[in-house]
C-alpha cells in the first residue's frame, strides 16, 4: 500500500513539473512587413532562460515556474513584453525610431547595429518608403545628408555622393549586396532598373567602399533591400496619378507556406503630356522572390527581377528658354530603351554559433538601346541636316559570390573572408543616321542607314579577394581592418579596323588594385560614440571610356584615399540623436569628361583633385505627434592639378559642385484623428561654379513639398504636393564653350492615390 502511494505523489510531482517546464513557441515578425526577424531574442522575465528565432522567425523554449512573462527584443526595435500564454505566440515588433539602433547590412554583407560599423551609413526604412510614396528614387535618397541625386526627368538621373554632380562611374549600385550592373559597364541611369515596389530598405554608404565591393565604389554605395516573404498572408494595391500626366499602379503579395516563403511585387508606371513635349515613358518592373528553409540552419533565397523601360529623351534648356519657360524640346524622336533580368540564388548555412557561409550564384541580362540626343550635331554647311546615331550596349553576367564569417576566441573577434567572380561578355554597336533640322532648329526626324561606326565585342573578367577582421581589444572599443584585391581584365574585340572613331584595334587590357581600410568605433556611453576611419577605391576606365572613339587607349585607373571621422549623441532621453562625419577624399587621375565647343564629350584623367567635407543629420521627436529631421552637408571640391585643352584650372572648384545641401522635414500625427499623418519637407541646395574656370555660379534653389495620408482599416489616400511654391529651377546647369545648359525641374505638381493592404490574422 505504502508503494502505491508513493508511486501517485511521485506522479502528481512529474506532471507538476512537466507542467512547469511546458514548452512556447511561436514566431517573431515586424509589425509591417510581416517578415521573419532572425535572432530576436526571446527571455523569460526575471530569469536567465530564452531562446533566438531562427531564419523563419521560430523560438521554442520550456517555462519555468514561478515565470508569467516573455520579453522579445531585436536590434532596431522596440521590445515587448507579453503574457506568457499558449503556444502559437505572434510577436509583431515595431521599429524603433532611433536611427542609432538600426541594423544594416552593407558594411560586411552581415547584419549589424549601426553603432558597431565605423563608416558613414544611413538606412531609409520601409516605413519612410510607404509615407513618402516616392515616384522617383531622389524624394527619398535625397533625405540622406551628404546625397543630392539629379532628376533628369523619368526616372532618369544622375548622383552626387562626396563628388560633384557628374555621369562618371564613382558609384556602386547594389541590390541585396549584387551589383545591378557589372564593374566596367557603368550607366548613370542604372537606378532605371530597380524595382521600387519591392524595396524592404535602402543602405547608403558614403566615401569608398572598395574594400568589401570592389571598384566604382568611390563617392558610395547605395545598397536596394528587396523585401523578404511575409509569415502570414499579406497583399497591397494602389494607384496614383499626377495632374501633369503621371499614371502608377503598384501591387505585391505574400505568404508563407510551410518552409517556403514567396513574395511578389511590382508596378507599372506612365508619363504623358507632361510639361515638356516630347517626354512621355513607361515603365514594367516585376520582382519574385522564394525563401525556402532547407533545414533549422540553412536557407535558400531565389529572387529574380524584370525591368521593360522606354522613354523620351529630351535634353537640356539654354538659357532663354529655360528662364522664359519655353519647354518645346528640340527633338522630336530621340528615345532610351532599357531591358535587364537579374537573377540570384544565395544559400546560407550556419555551421554553429561561430560559422556561418553564404553562396551567390548570379545571371545578369541587360540591354539599354538608344537614339540618343546628346549624340546629335549639326553638319556644317548645311543648316537644316545634322547627323547622330542609334546604338545598343548590351552585356550577359555569370557570378559568384562566397563568404565566410568565423568567430574568433580571442578579443570577442570575428574574421570575414570572401571571393567574387563576374564575367560579362559585353557587346557594343552604333548605327549612323542622318537628321533633318527646321529652320527653327528643331530636329523633326531621322533616316538610319547601314553605314557602323562602332562595333566591337569585349570579353570581361572581374576577380577578387577580401578578407575584413573585427576585434574588441576593450569592452567598448571595436576595430575593424579589411583587405581586397581586385583584378579587371578585358579582351577587346574590334569588329571594325581600328581608327580614332571606330575604336582602338583588338588588344587586352588588365587593371589591378589593392584597397585596405582600417576603422574603429568607441562607445562613449547612453547611445553615444565616436567612429574613424582610413579606406581606398579605385575606379577602372569603362569600357565605352577606354576603347570608343580612340585610337589608343589612354585613360589610366583613377584612385582614392578618404580619411574620415565621426560620431553619435542621443539625447533628450532618446527622443533625438545627431549623427555627423567629417571627411577629406583624395582623388588621383580622377576621370573627367569634357563638353567640346561641338557639343560632343571627351573624357580624360584629371590630375588631382580633393573632396572635403561634414555630413549631419538631426533628429528630434519632442513628443509621439511631432518628429523634427534636419539633413545637411557643408562641402568644397578642387581641382588640384587640372589641365584642359591647354587652360590650367589648379586650385579651381570643381564645376557642379554645391556647396551646401539641407533637407528638413516636419512630420505631425494629431492625437485627434487616428491614422493621419502630415508633412512638410524643405529641400535646399546652394550654389555652385557651372565651369571648371569659375566664371559663372547657377544660385541653387529651396523647394518645399507636402504629404498628406490617411489609413483606417487597411485602406490608405495621399496627397503629396511637390514643389508647392512652384518655384522655377535646374535639377542641374553647366556652362561650356557649347553655351548654357539647364535640365529644368518639375513645377508644382500633385499626386493623388489611393491603396488598400491585407494582412491575415496569425
Not at 547601314?450 to 581589444?473: G, R
Request: charged share 15%.
Amino acid at each position: 500500500m505504502q508503494k502505491i502511494i508513493a508511486c501517485i505523489v511521485l506522479a502528481i510531482i512529474l506532471c507538476q513539473y512537466a507542467h512547469a517546464q511546458s514548452a512556447v513557441e511561436g514566431k517573431v515578425v515586424d509589425a509591417i512587413t510581416k517578415e521573419a526577424l532572425t535572432g530576436a531574442s526571446v527571455q523569460l522575465k526575471g530569469t536567465t532562460s530564452g531562446a533566438v528565432t531562427d531564419f523563419n522567425g521560430h523560438f521554442k523554449l520550456n517555462s519555468k515556474a514561478g515565470a508569467d512573462t516573455i520579453v522579445v527584443s531585436y536590434v532596431g526595435y522596440l521590445p515587448q513584453q507579453l503574457p506568457l500564454g499558449a503556444s502559437g505566440l505572434f510577436v509583431q515588433l515595431r521599429r524603433s525610431a532611433s536611427q542609432l539602433n538600426q541594423v544594416v547590412v552593407s558594411a560586411s554583407r552581415e547584419g549589424q547595429a549601426r553603432t558597431e560599423v565605423p563608416v558613414a551609413i544611413s538606412a531609409i526604412s520601409k516605413e519612410v518608403l510607404l509615407e513618402t510614396k516616392p515616384v522617383t528614387l531622389d524624394q527619398v535618397l535625397n533625405k540622406v545628408s551628404g546625397v543630392y541625386m539629379v532628376n533628369l526627368g523619368n526616372e532618369q538621373h544622375t548622383m552626387a555622393i562626396r563628388q560633384p554632380i557628374g555621369y562618371k562611374s564613382l558609384f556602386l549600385y547594389l541590390e541585396d549586396g549584387i551589383p545591378i550592373r557589372t564593374s566596367g559597364d557603368f550607366n548613370h541611369n542604372a537606378l532605371i532598373e530597380i524595382n521600387m515596389a519591392a524595396l524592404k530598405s535602402i543602405e547608403v554608404i558614403r566615401g569608398p567602399a572598395s574594400s568589401l565591393y570592389g571598384s566604382e565604389a568611390i563617392g558610395g554605395a547605395v545598397n536596394f533591400i528587396t523585401q523578404a516573404p511575409s509569415q502570414v498572408f499579406t497583399a497591397r494595391v494602389q494607384a496614383e496619378a499626377s495632374n501633369l500626366g503621371y499614371k502608377r499602379t503598384d501591387f505585391s503579395a505574400s505568404n508563407t507556406f510551410g518552409k517556403l516563403g514567396v513574395y511578389v511585387g511590382g508596378y507599372y508606371a506612365s508619363q504623358r503630356n507632361g510639361i515638356m513635349s516630347h517626354s512621355d515613358f513607361d515603365k514594367l518592373a516585376l520582382t519574385l522572390r522564394a525563401d525556402y528553409q532547407l533545414s533549422v540552419k540553412s536557407k535558400l533565397t531565389t529572387a529574380a527581377s524584370l525591368i521593360d523601360y522606354v522613354t523620351d529623351q529630351t535634353g537640356g534648356l539654354d538659357s532663354t528658354r529655360f528662364y522664359n519657360k519655353e519647354y518645346a524640346s528640340l527633338h522630336t524622336f530621340t528615345y532610351r530603351k532599357v531591358n535587364a533580368l537579374r537573377v540570384r540564388s544565395t544559400l546560407e548555412h550556419a555551421w554553429n554559433e561561430n560559422n556561418y557561409t553564404l553562396v551567390t550564384l548570379f545571371f545578369r541580362n541587360n540591354a539599354i538601346g538608344q537614339n540618343p540626343f546628346y549624340s546629335i550635331s549639326n553638319v556644317q554647311g548645311n543648316p537644316l541636316k545634322a547627323k547622330g546615331e542609334i546604338n545598343e550596349d548590351a552585356f550577359e553576367s555569370y557570378g559568384l559570390i562566397a563568404q565566410h564569417k568565423k568567430g574568433l576566441p580571442v578579443l570577442n573577434g570575428q574574421l570575414i573572408g570572401g571571393i567574387s567572380f563576374d564575367y560579362s561578355p559585353a557587346t557594343y554597336q552604333a548605327h549612323f543616321i542622318t537628321v533633318d533640322r527646321s529652320t527653327t532648329g528643331v530636329y523633326t526626324g531621322y533616316i538610319p542607314t547601314d553605314s557602323l561606326l562602332t562595333d566591337y565585342q569585349v570579353q570581361l573578367l572581374n576577380s577578387a579577394a577580401y578578407a575584413q577582421l573585427e576585434l574588441n581589444p576593450a569592452e567598448r572599443l571595436k576595430l575593424v581592418a579589411a583587405l581586397r584585391y581586385d583584378r579587371l581584365d578585358y579582351a577587346f574585340d574590334n569588329h571594325l579596323p581600328g581608327s580614332a572613331f571606330s575604336g582602338a584595334p583588338d588588344e587586352k587590357n588588365g587593371f589591378k588594385s589593392l584597397s585596405p581600410k582600417l576603422g574603429l568605433t568607441y562607445d562613449l556611453g547612453k547611445s553615444n560614440g565616436l567612429y574613424a576611419n582610413y579606406s581606398v577605391g579605385f575606379a577602372p576606365p569603362q569600357i565605352t571610356e577606354l576603347y570608343r572613339g580612340v585610337k589608343v587607349p589612354a585613360l589610366k585607373p583613377s584612385n582614392y584615399t578618404n580619411y574620415e571621422a565621426g560620431g553619435w549623441v542621443s539625447f533628450a532621453q532618446h527622443r533625438g540623436y545627431l549623427d555627423i562625419s567629417f571627411y577629406q577624399l583624395n582623388g588621383t587621375n580622377e576621370i573627367i569628361s569634357v563638353r567640346l565647343p561641338d557639343g560632343s564629350y571627351q573624357n580624360q584623367n584629371a590630375g588631382r583633385t580633393k573632396h572635403q567635407g561634414v555630413e549631419y543629420t538631426l533628429k528630434y521627436a519632442p513628443s509621439d505627434l511631432v518628429s523634427i529631421r534636419f539633413s545637411g552637408t557643408n562641402a568644397r571640391h578642387y581641382f588640384q592639378e587640372y589641365e584642359e585643352r591647354g587652360v590650367g584650372f589648379n586650385n579651381n572648384e570643381m564645376a557642379t559642385a554645391p556647396r551646401f545641401i539641407s533637407n528638413t522635414e516636419v512630420t505631425f500625427r494629431p492625437v485627434f484623428v487616428q491614422g493621419l499623418r502630415l508633412s512638410l519637407e524643405w529641400l535646399h541646395l546652394g550654389k555652385y561654379y557651372m565651369d571648371a574656370a569659375n566664371t559663372e555660379y547657377y544660385n541653387g534653389y529651396n523647394l518645399l513639398n507636402g504629404r498628406v495620408g490617411y489609413t483606417i482599416k487597411g485602406f490608405e489616400i495621399w496627397l503629396n504636393s511637390l514643389n508647392l511654391a512652384n518655384q522655377l529651377y535646374a535639377t542641374t546647369a553647366e556652362k561650356t564653350a557649347y553655351g548654357k545648359s539647364y535640365r529644368q525641374g518639375t513645377p508644382r505638381v500633385f499626386h493623388l492615390g489611393l491603396g488598400y493592404s491585407f494582412a491575415a490574422r496569425q
